[in-house]
C-alpha cells in the first residue's frame, strides 16, 4: 500500500476527485483519503509516478509518504 500527501485536497469534493483520478487509471484500485492528514493510501498495480501524475493533472499535486517505521537516515542504531 502506498501513502501519498494531497495538496489542496480540503473536502469530500476533493476526495472525490482524487479518488476519480486514481480509479480512471486502474478501476479496482483502492484508495483511502484522511481529510485530517490530507492524504491518501492506494492499493494497486499503480506505479508512484502513475499516481502522482494523475493527481496532479487533477490539480493536486502530491508527494508520496514513506513508510512509518522506516529508520531515519539520521537515527542512531546504538
Known sequence: M???HIDGMTCGHCVSR???AI???QSDAKVEADLAEHSIRVSSNLTTADIIDAL???G???TELKA???TP???CDT
Open 2 to 4: 502506498m501513502k501519498f
Open 18 to 20: 482524487v479518488t476519480k
Open 23 to 25: 480509479v480512471s487509471l
Open 56 to 58: 496532479k493533472a487533477a
Open 60 to 62: 493536486y499535486p502530491a
Open 68 to 70: 512509518s517505521g522506516s
Open 73 to 75: 537516515a539520521n537515527s
